[in-house]
C-alpha cells in the first residue's frame, strides 16, 4: 500500500498543534505496519533552523504556476522509516509564522497552499511515487483533491489513485476571494454551489469534502457532530450528504514521545510503580511559573492550549474567581489571540499567588505541565479529537473537560462509588457547569487514597497509534477497492 500524506505541519519539523503531531506519528506506525509511506510538508524557516540533513531528491521541478512555467526544489528526509519530502518555495514559506501573525493569517495563505498542494503533485510525479492513496489533512492540502480531480483528471500517473481527507478542525475551511481559482489554474466553473463556491468565496475545505474518495474526523463523536448544524459550521448539509463515506478514527498518542518514564523534559521522571516523582514534577512546574513550591498541596490545574474561541477560555475567565475559591491553582501555557493574551494577563495580575501564566509556544514546559499538574482542564466548546487530555492522562494529571467531540470519546466520569471513570466531566458551555466538574476533581483530590486509585487509572489509559494506524489501513483498503 503506497500513501502520500500531505500536511501543512508535522513534528517535529514545525508545529502550531494536534495536526502536527498527528502527521509525524501516523506515518510512522503506518510503516510499523507494512505500508510505504511518503509526508509531502512545505520547507518553513523554522524548519530550516533545524539543521536537518537534507538533501535535494532531483533536479528542480517543473511546476505549470500562475500561467507560467517554474520550478521548485524538493529535499528528503528519512526518519523512522518514513520519507519525508519537503517542498521549497521561499517566497511562500521563509517566514516567521506558518500560518500568520498574532494579528491575522498571511493575506496570500490561498495561494501559498494552493502553491504546496500542486507541487505535492509533482513531486509524486517527478520521484517516480504511484500513491494508491493521496491521504490530505484539512483545508490547506484539500485543494490538492479538486488539482486531481480536474487538473490530473486525464493523467496516467494517478489513474488508479484513490483520496482521503481528514478533518482535524471544520471551522478552519481556508477561504479566499474568488478571483484565486482562475490564478491557481482551477476551472472558473468550480465557482458554483455543486463545487468549490461557499457564500461568495472559495473553499478548499469544501473542495476536499467534495472530491475526495472518503472522508475521516478524528473521533467517531466528532464525525457524527459535524452532520449537524450546531457542529457544522455550515457544511453540515454537505456532510449529510455524503454521511457514508464521513468516518471517524480516534487519533492516537506516540508513546516514544509522551511517557513519563523516559521523558526528557521532566525534573523527575515516574511510571505507575513510582508515583511520588510526579511530586518533584510538581514543584519543578510551580517554579517555572513563579508560584510558591511550599504550598504544594493545593491542587494544580494545568492547560496547555491554543488560546482560541474554541478552547472555551470567555467560559475559563468568567470562572477564574470560583476555580481560585476552592483552593486550587491554576498554570496556562499558549499562544494564539490577543483578546485573550490581554484577558489572561489582566487575571495574572489580579492573583499574582495561584495563577501561573506563559504565553508563549514551548515545548518543554507543555511536557512539565502534563507532569507536574494535578488536573488537566480542558473546556472547549468544541474538540475534534483532543490530544492533550490524552497526554495528561499518560502522566497522572487526571483530565477535567467538557463533555463534547473526542473528550466525550476519551474521558469517562469518575464514579467515587464504584471506582470507575478517569476523569470529569461537565456538559453545559457555561462557567457553572465548568465549576461544579471541578469542584468534584477538587474534592476527591481531597481524599488521598482514592486520589491515587484515579492517577493509577488514568495512567494505564491507552490510546497508542497502532490501533488507529490499523483503522487507517483498513480504510485505505477499502478505498482502494473503489
Ligand atoms: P489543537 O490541534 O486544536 O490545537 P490538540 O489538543 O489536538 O489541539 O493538540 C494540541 C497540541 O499542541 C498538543 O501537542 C499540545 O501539547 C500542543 N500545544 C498547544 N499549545 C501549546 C503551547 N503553547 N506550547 C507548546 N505546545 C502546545
Known amino acids: 500500500m503506497k500513501i502520500a500524506m500531505l500536511s501543512s505541519e508535522v513534528v517535529p519539523f514545525a508545529k502550531t498543534g494536534g495536526l502536527a503531531d498527528v502527521a509525524g506519528a501516523l506515518p510512522k506506525f503506518l510503516s510499523r505496519a507494512g505500508a ?11 524548519t530550516k533552523k533545524k539543521d536537518l540533513p537534507l538533501r535535494p531528491v532531483s533536479e528542480a521541478i517543473g511546476i505549470d504556476w500562475l500561467g507560467k512555467n517554474d520550478r521548485f526544489t524538493v529535499f528528503e528526509h528519512r526518519e523512522d522509516g518514513v520519507t519525508f519530502l519537503f517542498v521549497e518555495r521561499d517566497e511562500y514559506f ?54 486531481l480531480k480536474f487538473a490530473y483528471d486525464q493523467d496516467p500517473f494517478f489513474a488508479h489513485t484513490r483520496s482521503l481527507l481528514t478533518i482535524h478542525n471544520l471551522a478552519y475551511q481556508g477561504l479566499f476571494d474568488p478571483e484565486l481559482l482562475g490564478l491557481i489554474g482551477l476551472p472558473e466553473r468550480l465557482l458554483s454551489m455543486e463545487d468549490m463556491e461557499f457564500y461568495g468565496k472559495v473553499s478548499f475545505l469544501k473542495a476536499g469534502i467534495l472530491y475526495a ?8 463523536r466528532y464525525s457524527q457532530e ?3 448544524p450546531e457542529f457544522g459550521c455550515r457544511l453540515d448539509g454537505l456532510l449529510r450528504r455524503r454521511s457514508a463515506s464521513v468516518h471517524g478514527i480516534l487519533n492516537g498518542v506516540d508513546y516514544a514521545g509522551w511517557s513519563p518514564a523516559t521523558d526528557k523534559f ?41 488560546l482560541a474561541g474554541q478552547k472555551g477560555f470567555d ?58 499538574c494535578d488536573m488537566f482542564l480542558i473546556p472547549s466548546r468544541y474538540e475534534p479529537c483532543g490530544l492533550t487530555q490524552m497526554y495528561a492522562l499518560k502522566y497522572g494529571t487526571i483530565p477535567v473537560v467538557r463533555a463534547t467531540g473526542g473528550l466525550e470519546d476519551t474521558v469517562q466520569e469518575y464514579s467515587s462509588a464504584a471506582m470507575t471513570g478517569n476523569g470529569f466531566k461537565f456538559s453545559e458551555y457555561s462557567a457553572a457547569a465548568l465549576l461544579g466538574a471541578l469542584r468534584k476533581a477538587v474534592s476527591t483530590y481531597r481524599m488521598p487514597v482514592r486520589w491515587r486509585a484515579l492517577i493509577q487509572t488514568a495512567m494505564a489509559c491507552d490510546f497508542s497509534w497502532d490501533r488507529s494506524a490499523r483503522e487507517y489501513i483498513r480504510l485505505y483498503q477499502k478505498l482502494s477497492s473503489f
Open 36 to 46: 510505504d509511506v511518503r509526508v509531502i510538508t512545505p520547507l518553513y524557516r523554522e
Open 266 to 306: 521532566l525534573a523527575r521522571p515516574f511510571d505507575p510503580t513510582y508515583i511520588d516523582g510526579k511530586k518533584e514534577c510538581k514543584k519543578d512546574v510551580l517554579q517555572v511559573f513563579s508560584l510558591d513550591a511550599g504550598k504544594d498541596d493545593a491542587p494544580l490545574i494545568g492547560m496547555v492550549s491554543r
Open 315 to 372: 467560559i475559563l475567565c468568567e470562572a477564574l474567581d470560583g476555580i481560585f475559591e476552592t483552593g486550587a491553582r491554576l498554570v496556562i501555557l499558549g499562544t494564539g489571540e490577543e483578546v485573550y493574551h490581554k484577558a489572561l494577563t489582566a487575571a495574572r495580575e489580579k492573583y499574582p499567588r495561584s495563577f501561573g501564566l506563559k504565553i508563549a509556544f514551548d515545548e518543554a514546559v507543555s511536557h512539565k505541565i502534563y507532569a507536574g
Open 213 to 220: 474518495t472518503a472522508v475521516n474526523t478524528v473521533s467517531p
Open 226 to 228: 459535524i452532520q449537524t
Open 94 to 147: 521563509d517566514r516567521d509564522f506558518l500560518y500568520g501573525t498574532p494579528q491575522g493569517d498571511y493575506p496570500d495563505n490561498g495561494e501559498r497552499f494552493a502553491f504546496f498542494s500542486k507541487a505535492a503533485l509533482e513531486t509524486l510525479k517527478s520521484t517516480g511515487f504511484r500513491p494508491d492513496v493521496v491521504h490530505a489533512h484539512d483545508w490547506q492540502s484539500a485543494v490538492t483533491l479538486a488539482f
